[in-house]
């Protein structure tokens, strides 16, 4: 018989306090709060390792003394950059949906510390909408980057997360409750007619989100793991033709050293050119932080 979600969730010390250097999504990414997910993105790159459940830290405690002891004495990334203009970005939600997972954290208690930081601010990518945050006001200190993608390929690869236009639709809701608010546009999956979905979903960005001075861009195109491809395919998830099209792929090798494939660099370079071409024409108010 198949587990409950509920019952995949278990309790764990964490042991090891490695902050890493991101310079992307943000200066770096702390020791995990959760590891594992309870959605199941069928790109998802930390699934190789962990396919189900979540280890939840309940030494919260040590990881906000590390973060701190982190964030006073070994911080180094030169400020302004493109992650904030003096904070130190800490990213708490890189091996999880922090924000999907609320009601197992102590998330106020973290928020808190962050808010309470002089030098440090928190970051998280959801694909869900946490309105329980709502009556929390972080005061700027915690970054939501809600993650975005064409709602039919959403549907997809990413199974029971929130609606695409709730996502977008969640934004001012967000920046009125304190919270800093980007749009993560990631994973970028090239298909027949990715160019027409872009552009729908830029032109709900532009109807839909009055701060337009406020919320930024990351974009990220897809990277696939060798490992979850087999798995995807042992299990019969849909949407592996979207994701391993090897006549477009090439191989790479990860820092970590994951199998995997993502867009041949000469054609990843046209595709990132006309993918911010079209995102520039109809919203150029949303600054791109980065893409590759
Ligand atoms: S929400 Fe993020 S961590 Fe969770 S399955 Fe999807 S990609 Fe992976």
């Known amino acids: 018989m198949r587990q409950t979600a509920l019952a995949k969730v278990r309790e764990v010390t964490r042991r090891k306090f490695e902050i890493k250097i991101s310079g992307r999504s943000s200066d770096y990414i702390t020791p995990s709060f959760g590891f594992g997910c309870l959605y199941n993105c069928h790109y998802c790159y930390c699934k190789r390792n962990?396919?189900?459940?979540?280890?939840?830290?309940?030494?919260?405690g040590d990881i906000l003394t590390s973060i701190n002891n982190h964030a006073y004495f070994y911080a180094d990334t030169p400020k302004p950059n493109q992650t904030h203009d003096s904070l130190y970005t800490y990213d708490i939600s890189c091996n999880e949906d922090f924000a999907l997972h609320h009601k197992y954290h102590?998330?106020?208690?973290?928020?808190?510390?962050?808010?309470?930081?002089?030098k440090a601010m928190a970051t998280l990518a959801t694909?869900?909408?946490?309105?329980?945050?709502l009556d929390y006001d972080p005061q700027g200190k915690v970054r939501i980057r809600f993650s975005l993608m064409p709602?039919?390929?959403s549907s997809i690869l990413e199974p029971n997360t929130a609606p695409i236009i709730e996502r977008i639709k969640a934004a001012d809701a967000f920046i009125d409750a304190g919270y800093d608010v980007h749009f993560n546009f990631s994973p970028v999956v090239v298909y027949r007619e990715w160019i027409e979905d872009y552009r729908e979903l830029f032109e709900m960005v532009d109807n839909y989100v009055d701060y337009k001075d406020i919320v930024k861009a990351e974009v990220i195109f897809l990277t696939h793991n060798e490992k979850k491809h087999l798995d995807n395919l042992s299990n019969n998830l849909p949407g592996e033709d979207l994701l391993w099209v090897p006549k477009i792929q090439e191989a790479k090798t990860s820092q970590y050293g994951g199998e995997n494939i993502r867009y041949k660099w000469q054609l990843k370079d046209?595709?990132?050119k006309e993918w911010t071409a079209l995102h520039d024409e109809i919203i150029p108010w949303n600054k791109i932080r980065y893409i590759f």
Do not use: M, S
Request: hydrophobic share 35%; glycine share 2%; net charge positive.
């Open 50 to 60: 962990r396919n189900d459940g979540l280890d939840i830290a309940t030494n919260v």
């Open 106 to 118: 102590d998330w106020r208690r973290i928020f808190d510390f962050f808010k309470e930081h002089p």
């Open 127 to 133: 694909k869900t909408i946490p309105t329980q945050y």
């Open 151 to 153: 709602q039919h390929i």
């Open 270 to 272: 046209k595709l990132i």
